[in-house]
């Protein structure tokens, strides 16, 4: 069992950034995949970064490329999502998820994910 827990979040103007962190416990993270997401309110929950399980490899919303950043530190058990340039529909509580999986694909849909937290409310004002 991995339990996750995300920090990080808050309200800030568009232009903006905000940067997240994810605490996993139980496990170690290294050997798991893990990604962010986020969901508004009225909508699905939508990918928005991943690497694999060694970190050595990220995969990208086309909607943040560019502007987010995932990172993770092994040693520590915590993963990274910085957030720059941030836009209004950006908000949406994000939530951090881990995946068993050790190949080289990166998952990017919520059903390949098993673990998860409980999620950050980000806000962006125009």
């Known amino acids: 069992q991995v339990q996750l827990v995300e920090s990080g979040g808050g309200l800030v103007q568009a232009g903006g950034s905000l940067s997240l962190s994810c605490a996993a416990s139980?496990?170690?993270?290294?050997?798991?995949?893990m990604a962010w997401f986020r969901q508004a309110p009225g909508k699905e929950r939508e990918f928005v970064a991943a690497?694999?399980?060694?970190?050595?490899?990220?995969r990208y919303a086309d909607s943040v490329k560019g502007r987010f950043a995932i990172s993770r530190d092994n040693a520590n058990n915590t993963g990274y999502l910085q957030m720059n340039t941030l836009k209004p529909e950006d908000s949406a509580v994000y939530y951090c998820a881990a995946s068993p999986y050790g190949g080289p694909h990166i998952p990017s849909t919520p059903s390949e994910y098993t673990y998860w937290g409980q999620g950050t409310q980000v806000t962006v004002s125009s």
């Open positions: 139980g496990r170690r993270f290294v050997g798991y995949a």
């Open positions: 690497d694999n399980w060694s970190g050595g490899a990220t």
